[in-house]
Each structure stands twice: as C-alpha cells, then as structure tokens.
C-alpha cells in the first residue's frame, strides 16, 4: 500500500509540475513581451515541460507495473489509454512550441532588436492554451480510474 501511495505521489507531482511550467509559458507569451530574455527563459521553461512529460509518462508506468491494481487490471481498461492518448496529444502539440522557440531563438541572434509578430505570439499563445484545456480531462479520467470505472 505504502508503494501505491508514493507511486501516485510522484505522479500527481509530475502532473502538477507539467500544470506549473505549461501556465509559466502562457504567462511569458504575450505580445510585447517577449524579449531575448524572455525568450531565453521560455526555452528553459519548455525543457521542462519535456521533462515533466517524461516524468508523468515514467512514474505513469511505474504505476502500473508495480501499483496495487496491477497490469492486469489496468492494462485493459479503457480509461487508462484515454490518459495516454490525451498526454500523448499534449506532447504532440508542444513539439510546434518547441519548434517556434527554437526559430525564434536564431533569428533573435542576427537582430538584438528582434521580436516574434503578434500573429506568431498569438498562435503559440493558442496552442499552449488548446493543451491547457487538454490537460484538465486527464485529472478527470484519473479519478474514474482510480475509482474503479472503466
């Protein structure tokens, strides 16, 4: 039991952890904000992201290989592949974000007056708000789960 319990432990952490660095993100993207330091810690806040993803994914597994309902049980149930489908959709969608800050960071370089348009502000702005609204349904399902549904 005592596993259980810190197994879901780190992973609630992992999963708030992705809830804290994902809304530090949207927070720095605004237009007329963003400027070389900013942008340098918007790529250091999307490190993170990727890395509380790899942590949710890592302590998710953990979970089910060595948590009190078992492989068995989890691995059939169809709430469990809903998580994962939805936070595999989330990390699909920050691999645009990851993408934008890298090109902005080289442009960034050859102009020290450099800033991203509003539009390219606005649609990084739109795809980090889209996974924020993704990521409430995961809390959801994981109730359920735990719960014994599905």
């Known amino acids: 039991m005592l596993t259980d319990a810190l197994l879901l432990y780190v992973h609630l952490s992992a ?18 904000g963003i400027d070389a330091m900013v ?24 979970l089910v290989v060595w948590g009190v309902k078992g492989p068995q049980w ?17 990390a699909a969608m920050s691999l645009p974000s990851a ?4 090109q902005w960071s080289q442009r960034a370089v050859h ?6 348009d509003a539009a390219e502000i606005a649609r990084e702005r739109r795809w ?12 959801l399902l994981a109730t359920l789960l735990s719960h014994g549904f599905g």
């Open 15 to 32: 999963m708030i952890g992705l809830v804290v660095f994902l809304t530090a993100k949207t927070s720095l993207t605004r237009v007329g």
């Open 39 to 62: 942008l340098a810690r918007l790529r250091r806040l999307d490190a993170w992201v990727w890395f509380s993803f790899a942590a949710v994914l890592a302590s998710g597994v953990a």
């Open 74 to 90: 989890l691995l059939h149930n169809p709430l469990l592949w809903a998580k994962i489908v939805l936070l595999a959709l989330m």
């Open 99 to 102: 993408r934008r800050l890298r």
């Open 111 to 116: 102009g020290a007056a450099w800033a991203p």
């Open 128 to 139: 980090l708000m889209a996974q924020s609204h993704i990521m409430v349904i995961i809390p």
